[in-house]
């Protein structure tokens, strides 16, 4: 289980966002990516990580059971993200921290910050916004929020409610996840065991089959057009 966490600009808050994640996510790990010109490296060395004032201290302060510090230019991202990846796929889950990041990961989960200008967004942030399952923004005019996406308040003495979403949003998709490795055989599922997972667990047909692709289990004889 991956949750992508996004911001509109650099200093929205990501971390921030990701530290309050992993204090109520225990057994989970974090990424944080930076995007760089040249060089590329995956740091899992204490003594960097810890280090006063950066990001990634602060992810470790949080309780993230293990942090990586990715570095890589985004023409590289293919190479040392799945890397990276793999390395805390003993984990529970995983907070990834980076737009970027998140564009080649496609994670699970999308939260999307807003800083405190809720009308300030990067032109390349607005992909992801698009994809985001939740964000978190202050009162104010934003962009249009598509289809089920939900909307919190920046303020962390109310984060509660954000949390149980969150927690509730995990939980469905284990359960879908379990029910397609379940009902598959060699990869594949027909349509109408697919159709029934979303009825029995109450949700979208699309959520099933953005699943099954993650999953590359291969939904066959779908006429209805459903997934």
Do not use: H
Not at 31 to 58: F, H, N, P, Q
Request: charged share 30%.
């Amino acid at each position: 289980m991956i949750i992508g966490i996004a911001g509109a600009y650099s200093g929205a808050g990501k971390t921030t966002y990701a530290s309050l994640l992993l204090r109520n996510l225990r057994g989970w790990g974090a990424i944080k990516y930076t995007k760089t010109a040249l060089y590329c490296s995956i740091i899992d060395d204490y003594d960097i990580l810890s280090r006063e004032g950066k990001d990634t201290r602060r992810l470790m302060d949080s309780g993230a059971e293990r942090v990586l510090w990715v570095r890589c230019p985004p023409s590289d991202m293919g190479k040392l993200l799945p890397l990276a990846v793999e390395k805390l796929s003993d984990l529970k889950g995983i907070v990834v921290e980076g737009n970027s990041a998140i564009e080649f990961l496609r994670p699970d989960i999308i939260l999307f910050i807003f800083g405190s200008d809720p009308a300030r967004i990067k032109e390349t942030a607005k992909g992801v916004f698009r994809k985001a399952d939740a964000i978190v923004a202050e009162e104010g005019a934003l962009p249009e929020i598509q289809g089920e996406t939900r909307r919190f308040g920046r303020s962390l003495d109310d984060s509660e409610p954000l949390i149980r979403y969150l927690q509730e949003m995990i939980d469905r998709k284990e359960k879908i996840k379990a029910s397609l490795r379940e009902s598959s055989v060699d990869g594949k599922i027909s349509c109408s065991l697919a159709r029934k997972i979303a009825s029995d667990l109450s949700v979208p047909f699309g959520e099933v089959g953005k699943t099954a692709n993650e999953l590359k289990i291969k939904i066959t004889g779908c006429e209805l057009g459903c997934f």
